[in-house]
């Protein structure tokens, strides 16, 4: 009682009871020691009580030290089982999904499926698991796998203890077989290792037709995989899904999970993985309702969205679509970033929705219009806008500013799209009253004529007062005609904007504009035709400006929000036969011209649009040549959205590839020549190995292309010829280098270098040379050959027959078969027609060698011409889209026998580099699904509970190590102290387990270790009060009374103190070991490392102390000596049945210690 009483007072807050709980459990567990529960009784209210407020608490260290207290007390005193019915019914009565519930749930499920034999199919329980496996974090979802493991377990022993007749055992043990499959699938999938995780994937076929779980069970699994970060798994499972359902089949949550899947540009990779159209086209079978439904609920990217809307368009929208689903999909359109795919995207959903469009009413077209469009973007709104304003002939009612904001904006930004008169027209039938800002709009329009000046006789206004006037009388006049609300501060900003439209538009020249009116027009976000038609009267302008008002004209121009929009279609109308300027940077370019301020601002403008590289004389000096040349290329998703345009919308801008292009052939000469040689060179020192497609061969690639075009213009009558060829020479023959590279300067070497000795040299050093070195030589000496029949003299061919006779024996099987393709094709040809050598070239390859001489491109160079031939090996080696030039107009024309070459040749350099989706994730038949492990201690907390005296045990150690300073080598040691069952490892500071360094090499070990934290200085006091608890020290360290460790016997109970790395124990210390061990050492290294010798002596006191058996493999030949086979206790023979009499030591060793396992510890 007196025990109760004292709980009665402390049980008011936490930390009290969980001083209360350690004093009755420390009472307990005294009365457990001492065997005296028979003469003294515990009170049962104490604990009665303690189930009873156990739900009420909340820190999770006390639940579990609460229901270690009961089960102490249930253990002790038997037939007290009703306090966890107590503790059931409490949980019951409250949320079990609460995280402290869960735990006492986890922590008590064996007890409570002792009280509930139906546990397994309780629904709360059932809510509980599946509301974990569904939850975001991590560790509890680990409890759900752990609850959902024990659900099974019960209903196992349910189907095996009871004559069930409603179902046979075979049928049990198919559902507790598709249970264990599906939290397979679940546990593996915590992994991110596709490897783990594919080959359980493939038991879902199996899982779905077995039809065994319901569908509430199902769509959690599905969530699970489809939400996967692994981008394999990510691959397999929307192909899985989208040809084994529709997105009718598919739950609403699952379908918006696999659509938010879907919404990532890492799956439409053009120049990688890109999930196919037919998987698309599979899933969208039949009702679109729920997907239309959700398409609004995802953020979409750019590419995702476009790639969808595109073959959602060849399906029918559902009927049952509201305006309200429309305007959801709107507003994601317009949070796209790319401007180019974003345009093409609402060409798309006015294609998608048109009948829902054209339904609207005007209030809720401009709604949608608003909601679809930035100011910036393209739309023909004006069309639906003169449609809707009447509905059977009869005016439509308008609210109060709804021709304000955004809608007015975007109106002023596609105001080509429509004529004054139309507009004029479409004013009248408004009531002016809701002309709201409309009336500022026709003051935008460039006019022609007069006649489209009538707007102005709505508003009783004299356009002759506009137009003579200066600006700040034009504010005037505005302010005092057209305004509507004085207090609208916005109203305000878009009239005088207006009025600046009109003033710029009625100017012919800035001669007469004075610094204030300037100043006045820069303080406002102007639109583009505005900005436009002010650059264009630079143009006639004859007079020098201030130059702070260039600079802000320019930064007016470089920095508006419409430039961007703007240079996408100036991008598009530039073609190769025009060099002529439009829009905002026509008059801009060509008054900078003029005034010879070019060179001062042009950085400024090619760095927002490098197209104006046109406007430039000398472009190879250009700093954006000079970006060009040096590798500017786009990375990560920016360079997929990219490949995404060029393949799908066709928006990527070639000018500037073409100018450079121009530019080398008109202004490339030697020395410019020579200086991409040399940065050739300097990028192969820094990196002589690269991979395709890097930063690197990007480089290389632009310098060849600058050489190709610099060189195209002067052909073989090149100066200072020889000093290029020999810089050629060096680059093929001592670098390592793509195959793209070498094509060319082979060929240009074939074709240009006219020096016979030089190729009769090469090619006898050639037989010394390396395999890709040998086959360079005959490449360039091939394309010589047959470009040049008559450069070499008889007795100088008969040398190449002879040298490539001598290669068509070498050693490397390529240069073999090149040397053989090349000499039957010189053989073939008037100069070395020798019939016997292609004979015997024929016979010895068995008339395959066309064959292979298709297989390479090296047989066709010499065809083409240098510029042919760049743009062929930039097709067929499939060098990246942003290396690539105009579209080989010229290409479809070549004979029908050398395009299928090369379309050939392409195709076998695509399957060189890339593995097909089919072959990563061939499916197959995997029964045996390798599985994760959860220990069961990750899921269960310890409890923290202190129990004095504690019960003697024979293998008690602790592990020292606050001497140490490397957090690998701690880590390293807690992970050996968890596998060898060391549990208390002392270190100097606790935090250290949160760091990488040491989580790297621990593999979590620390969650299931007693680490204690005592600092450097404290460790003397921590030693001796050990040592008083009959503790022994060992030391591991040399010192001149070391005793060995062969022969050292551990202390039952023992401190291991481990040195620091470098100075070992400190003095301080080791006048308190009671051992100091040394290991023997054989080498001139007189140490071992801190983790191993820690490895070692917690493994021999494991072996003396810990294991009871200890297994003696004999050698591999001799078997175990004489001398010891008189110390076994048991002599134990694997039995044979096969002629070979013993097997691998190691198949031995391991048949043992299974069996060890099997028998003591599974």
């Not at 019951?92 to 509930?116: C, G, N, P, Y």
């Not at 021709?403 to 004054?420: A, M, Q, S, W």
């Not at 010589?784 to 024996?809: G, W, Y």
Request: hydrophobic share 40%; with cysteine; net charge negative.
């Amino acid at each position: 009682m007196a025990l109760y009483e004292f709980y009665e007072r402390h049980n008011d807050v936490e930390d009290d009871i969980a001083i209360t709980v350690q004093i009755i459990h420390q009472f307990l567990f005294s009365l457990n020691i001492y065997d005296d529960t028979k003469g003294i009784t515990v009170a049962r209210k104490v604990f009665a009580q303690l189930a009873k407020c156990l739900t009420n608490i909340n820190e999770r260290k006390l639940i579990v030290n609460i229901i270690a207290c009961i089960q102490l007390y249930t253990k002790t005193y038997k037939g007290n089982d009703d306090l966890y019915q107590l503790i059931w019914t409490a949980l019951k009565s409250s949320s079990m999904s609460e995280k402290a519930h869960v735990d006492i749930f986890i922590q008590l499920f064996d007890e409570f499926s002792t009280i509930q034999p139906n546990l397994y199919i309780d629904l709360g329980v059932i809510e509980t698991v599946q509301s974990l496996l569904k939850s975001q974090q991590r560790d509890e979802r680990k409890c759900g796998y752990y609850l959902f493991k024990k659900i099974i377990n019960c209903f196992t022993l349910s189907s095996k203890n009871a004559n069930n007749i409603l179902f046979s055992s075979e049928y049990a043990q198919q559902i507790e077989r598709s249970w264990m499959t599906y939290i397979t699938i679940l546990e593996n999938l915590e992994e991110n290792q596709s490897h783990l995780i594919l080959p359980s994937l493939q038991n879902l076929d199996e899982l779905i037709a077995g039809k065994q779980l319901q569908s509430s069970w199902m769509d959690i699994l599905f969530s699970r995989i489809i939400i996967h970060k692994n981008n394999q798994v990510l691959r397999w499972s929307l192909e899985y899904f989208m040809t084994t359902f529709t997105s009718s089949d598919l739950n609403v949550q699952v379908l918006k999970e696999l659509l938010e899947a879907c919404n990532t540009n890492v799956l439409y990779n053009c120049e990688g993985y890109f999930l196919d159209r037919k998987y698309f086209c599979s899933f969208l079978k039949g009702d679109l309702t729920n997907l239309y439904t959700l398409l609004g609920d995802v953020n979409w990217k750019s590419v995702p969205l476009h790639n969808l809307l595109s073959i959602l368009e060849e399906n029918e929208v559902p009927k049952s679509l509201t305006n309200d689903q429309v305007l959801k999909v709107a507003s994601r359109v317009r949070a796209l970033q790319d401007y180019h795919i974003r345009k093409d995207v609402v060409i798309l959903v006015n294609r998608l929705f048109e009948d829902i469009v054209e339904d609207m009413t005007l209030m809720e077209y401009i709604v949608y219009v608003e909601m679809l469009c930035n100011a910036t973007d393209k739309l023909n709104v004006f069309e639906q806008l003169y449609k809707k304003i009447t509905k059977n002939g009869v005016i439509v009612e308008i609210v109060d500013g709804t021709f304000k904001g955004r809608f007015y904006e975007i109106l002023v930004n596609n105001i080509e799209d429509t004529t004054p008169v139309e507009f004029t027209n479409f004013l009248k039938q408004i009531p002016m009253a809701k002309h709201g800002w409309l009336k500022f709009l026709p003051f935008h329009f460039n006019f022609t004529n007069g006649k489209e000046l009538h707007f102005t006789k709505m508003y009783g206004i004299d356009i002759v007062d506009y137009i003579t006037v200066s600006l700040m009388e034009s504010f005037e006049n505005f302010d005092n005609h057209l305004t509507s609300d004085p207090d609208d501060k916005m109203e305000c900003e878009q009239r005088r904007i207006a009025a600046i439209a009109f003033y710029i538009h009625n100017l012919e020249t800035l001669d007469d504009v004075t610094e204030e009116i300037f100043q006045e027009i820069f303080n406002y976000v102007l639109p583009k035709k505005t900005i436009e038609n002010l650059c264009n009267r630079l143009y006639e302008t004859n007079r020098i400006l201030d130059k702070w008002i260039i600079d802000d004209l320019i930064e007016l121009a470089a920095s508006s929000r419409y430039f961007n929009a703007f240079f996408v279609g100036l991008g598009e109308c530039v073609k190769p036969s025009s060099r002529s300027l439009h829009g905002i940077c026509h008059g801009l370019c060509k008054y900078l011209e003029k005034n010879r301020l070019w060179d001062k601002y042009a950085p400024i403008l090619l760095e927002k649009c490098p197209i104006l590289i046109f406007n430039v004389d000398n472009v190879l000096q250009h700093f954006i040549m000079s970006d060009f040349n040096c590798g500017n290329v786009k990375k990560g998703e920016n360079r997929i959205e990219e490949s995404y345009r060029n393949a799908c919308i066709g928006a990527v801008d070639r000018s500037l590839k073409y100018v450079f292009r121009t530019q080398a052939i008109k202004e490339g000469d030697t020395n410019y020549i020579l200086r991409l040689i040399e940065r050739h060179k300097e990028i192969s020192r820094k990196k002589p190995r690269y991979f395709s497609n890097s930063y690197e061969h990007r480089l290389k690639l632009r310098i060849a292309e600058s050489i190709v075009y610099s060189i195209s213009k002067f052909g073989s009558e090149i100066s200072e010829v020889d000093e290029i060829m020999d810089n050629l020479w060096h680059i093929l023959l001592n670098e390592n280098n793509q195959l793209n590279i070498n094509y060319i300067y082979e060929y240009i070497i074939g074709t240009i270098d006219k020096r016979k000795q030089v190729f009769l040299k090469k090619l006898e050093e050639a037989h010394s040379q390396s395999s890709s070195q040998q086959v360079s030589v005959m490449s360039a000496l091939y394309t010589c050959c047959m470009s040049n029949e008559d450069l070499f003299s008889t007795l100088e061919r008969n040398t190449i027959v002879a040298n490539l006779l001598a290669l068509t024996m070498g050693a490397n099987f390529h240069t073999r078969l090149f040397a053989q393709m090349i000499l039957q094709a010189l053989m073939e040809t008037e100069a070395f027609n020798v019939s016997q050598i292609i004979q015997s070239i024929s016979i010895a390859t068995m008339g395959k060698l066309g064959q292979h001489a298709h297989d390479d491109l090296r047989h066709l160079m010499y065809k083409f011409n240098l510029l042919q031939l760049w743009d062929i090996i930039l097709l067929v080696t499939n060098v990246p889209y942003d290396e690539q030039g105009y579209e080989l107009f010229w290409y479809s024309d070549l004979p029908s026998d050398t395009l299928e070459r090369l379309n050939n040749l392409r195709s076998s350099f695509v399957k060189k580099s890339e593995l097909s989706s089919e072959e990563v994730f061939e499916k197959e038949i995997i029964n045996q699904i390798q599985r994760k492990i959860n220990p069961p201690f990750e899921v269960l907390e310890s409890s923290n509970l202190m129990v004095y005296p504690e019960k003697n045990s024979n293998n008690e150690m602790f592990v020292i190590a606050s001497l140490i300073d490397k957090l690998p080598n701690l880590g390293g040691i807690a992970r050996t102290c968890e596998v060898l069952g060391i549990k208390n490892l002392v270190m100097d500071s606790k935090k250290d387990v949160e760091k990488n360094d040491f989580k790297n090499l621990s593999m979590t070990a620390e969650n299931s270790l007693n680490i204690l934290e005592v600092k450097c200085k404290d460790l003397r006091d921590f030693i001796i009060a050990k040592q008083r608890e009959g503790f022994a020290v060992v030391g591991a360290e040399q010192t001149c009374n070391s005793e060995n460790f062969v022969n050292f016997i551990f202390p039952e109970k023992c401190i291991l103190l481990l040195g620091h790395e470098k100075h070992g124990i400190s003095p301080n210390l080791l006048g308190l070991l009671d051992h100091a061990v040394e290991i023997p050492q054989f080498g001139q290294i007189r140490s071992l490392n801190v983790h191993v010798t820690g490895a070692l002596f917690m493994w021999e006191y494991c072996k003396q102390r810990i294991l009871k058996c200890i297994l003696l493999l004999g050698h591999e030949k001799h078997g175990i000596s004489p001398n010891l086979l008189g110390l076994l206790d048991h002599a134990v023979e694997i039995p044979q049945f096969g002629q070979i009499r013993s097997l691998n030591v190691h198949v031995t060793g391991a048949l043992f210690m299974w069996e060890y396992c099997k028998q003591r510890i599974l």
